[in-house]
Structure formats: structure tokens, C-alpha cells
């Protein structure tokens, strides 16, 4: 007689298979990141990763231009601003999962002077001196640093005398590379950017412009609700917290 057991072995196997090649896709975790992030997702990535065996990928950009992609659909499972405002905007109009909005650190804004430049500056009214010809800002309309910087040099009383020397970058993590590339004596940036580079690296004092609290949500449309939740929780919660304190962050 003709044995039967094959068909149900191939059926399960035929199954094993199709789990397999499904299980790249709900074991990966697409982030958009603040462009003051660039460092500090490195080690949050990797660390999440080991735990949790979900491999995340990062998005970096200014926190404007982020929210607008995710204003039109682009497939992010989850949003980390440089600010409160904009995802506040996104979960008003529903693009965010309700209740996941949460502050997840406070930024810190530092002035960089890299090595080689031709200023001496050891404080913001040292930037009012010949020596110091171009600061790197990032766009204050997309960037919530750069906008924190503008604010500080009004507030510190030098805009006036310093503006013509400013050139804008689209995000905070491209007015770092002006620095880099000898470009610019001076750079307005995220002090988890550069505290860890050569050059002087100068803390903001946090009273000369508004407190840069940051925000997360998980995206409404995310394919991924599971794994989104599980790495907003590594950041909110989990050994993330540690992570960004390492990189200079405020925790509340």
C-alpha cells in the first residue's frame, strides 16, 4: 500500500518556508530620526538589536522634513523628533498610534570649534570677532537646534553683529559637517553631535533659548505596530534611557 506521511511533511514544510521569508519583514524596524541622532542611533540601534533580535533602520533628517514624509505616507514605524511640536501635529491629525506620544529626552545645543579654526572663542560674544568669518547654523525653519541657536545669539545680544556670518544647513547634522570640512570657525550643533570630537566644544547655556524637548510617536501606519512599540519602549523606558544619557541627553 502506498504511504500517505509525505503530503502532510511537505505541507508543514512548504509552511516553515513561507514563515521564513516572511520573518525578515516583522523583525525590522524603520526609524526617522532627528538629524541630531546621527551618533547616538548607532549605539541605540545596536543595543536594541541584541536584545530583541529586531534590526532597526534609520531614517536621519530634520525634523521638518521628516513630518512632512510622514504627512504623505512615507513607510516609517516610528518618529523621533528633535522637538515636541511637531509630533504634537502629527497626533492631532491622527498620523500617530493614540498614546504613544511621550517625550523621550531634552537636547542639549553646543557650540563646536574645530580643530584648525581661526577663532579664539571661549564664549558666544567671542563670536562677534574678526577672526571667527563663517558659523554654521542649521536651518532654523526645519530644525528645531538651529532655531535654538538663532534664539541664543538674540538673546545673548550678538545677532546683530554676527548674522552676516551665518550659513545654514539643512539639518544640524550637516552644519557639523561644515566644521569637519574646515568650512566653517564655528558651529551651532547637538552637543551628543560632538562631545566626543576634537576641537572645543562649548555647552549652550540652556537659558538663552526655549528647553529642546523631544518627542516620539509610533506611526499610524506602520506595518510593524508590534516591533515599533518594542523600540519606543527601548528608548522610554528600557536600557535606551542609559544610552542617551551617554550621549549627553536630558532625562526626565
Aim: proline share 4%; hydrophobic share 45%; net charge neutral.
Amino acid at each position: 500500500m502506498r504511504s500517505r506521511t509525505p503530503a502532510p511533511l511537505i505541507i508543514v514544510a512548504f509552511w516553515a518556508a513561507a514563515c521564513q521569508l516572511a520573518s525578515p519583514a516583522s523583525t525590522e524596524v524603520t526609524v526617522a530620526a532627528a538629524a541630531n541622532l546621527t551618533e547616538v542611533a548607532q549605539t541605540l540601534g545596536a543595543e536594541f538589536e541584541a536584545q530583541t533580535k529586531i534590526h532597526p533602520v534609520f531614517s536621519f533628517g530634520s525634523t521638518a522634513q521628516l513630518a512632512t514624509q510622514i504627512e504623505n505616507s512615507a513607510p516609517f514605524d516610528v518618529f523621533l523628533s528633535a522637538d515636541a511640536e511637531h509630533v504634537d501635529k502629527l497626533d492631532h491629525e491622527n498620523l500617530l498610534v493614540a498614546g504613544s506620544s511621550a517625550v523621550y529626552a531634552v537636547g542639549v545645543l553646543a557650540l563646536w570649534i574645530p580643530p584648525g579654526s581661526k577663532g579664539h572663542v571661549s564664549s558666544i560674544e567671542d563670536l562677534k570677532t574678526k577672526a571667527v568669518q563663517v558659523i554654521a547654523v542649521a536651518n532654523p525653519k526645519l530644525a528645531p537646534y538651529g532655531a535654538a541657536a538663532v534664539e541664543t545669539l538674540q538673546h545673548a545680544g550678538v545677532w546683530d553683529q554676527v548674522k552676516e556670518k551665518i550659513v545654514y544647513a539643512e539639518n544640524i547634522s550637516m552644519a557639523k559637517q561644515y566644521g569637519t570640512s574646515k568650512n566653517a570657525d564655528a558651529v551651532f550643533t547637538a552637543y551628543s553631535l560632538v562631545l566626543k570630537e576634537v576641537g572645543k566644544v562649548i555647552q549652550v547655556d540652556a537659558a538663552l533659548h526655549q528647553p529642546l524637548v523631544q518627542k516620539l510617536g509610533v506611526v499610524a501606519s506602520s506595518q510593524h505596530r508590534e516591533s515599533a512599540q518594542s523600540f519606543a519602549n527601548f528608548v522610554l523606558k528600557g536600557p535606551g534611557r542609559d544610552v542617551l544619557v551617554r550621549y549627553g541627553y536630558k532625562i526626565h
